[in-house]
């Protein structure tokens, strides 16, 4: 059974620095493209960051450019996300997806964690 937990959330004030992680079983993460989607009340599911699962290419959306990272451990089966100088508007859950990376980059994958709440307050 594949699981994907994440972990890290919280509640923060703006400027502050989260950093998420995520605990992959079940699947071989190094054999898929990772990545850490975001949704925020009223809003659609925002693909926030892609890390390819052999070249480490990465994608960020716009919004979170030169503030966040994406990076993961093939060998611990992990991916991390460090979120800085959080904004408001970054508040959502957080939720770690792997699948292709094409796919990832339309919104789809073939596996979701059950996301993390990151609040920030102004």
């Known amino acids: 059974q594949v699981q994907l937990v994440e972990s890290g959330g919280g509640l923060v004030q703006s400027g502050a620095s989260l950093r998420l992680s995520c605990a992959a079983s079940?699947?071989?993460?190094?054999?898929?493209?990772m990545a850490w989607f975001r949704q925020a009340p009223g809003l659609e599911r925002e693909c926030v960051a892609v890390?390819?699962?052999?070249?480490?290419?990465?994608h960020y959306a716009e919004s979170v450019k030169g503030r966040f990272i994406i990076s993961r451990d093939n060998a611990e089966n992990t991916v991390q996300m460090q979120m800085n100088a959080l904004k408001p508007e970054d508040t959502a859950v957080y939720y770690c997806?792997?699948?292709?990376?094409?796919?990832?980059?339309?919104?789809?994958?073939?596996?979701w964690g059950q996301g993390t709440q990151v609040t920030v307050s102004s």
């Open positions: 890390i390819s699962w052999n070249t480490g290419t990465t």
């Open positions: 079940g699947l071989t993460a190094s054999r898929y493209s």
């Open positions: 997806a792997a699948g292709s990376y094409r796919a990832v980059l339309r919104g789809q994958a073939d596996y």
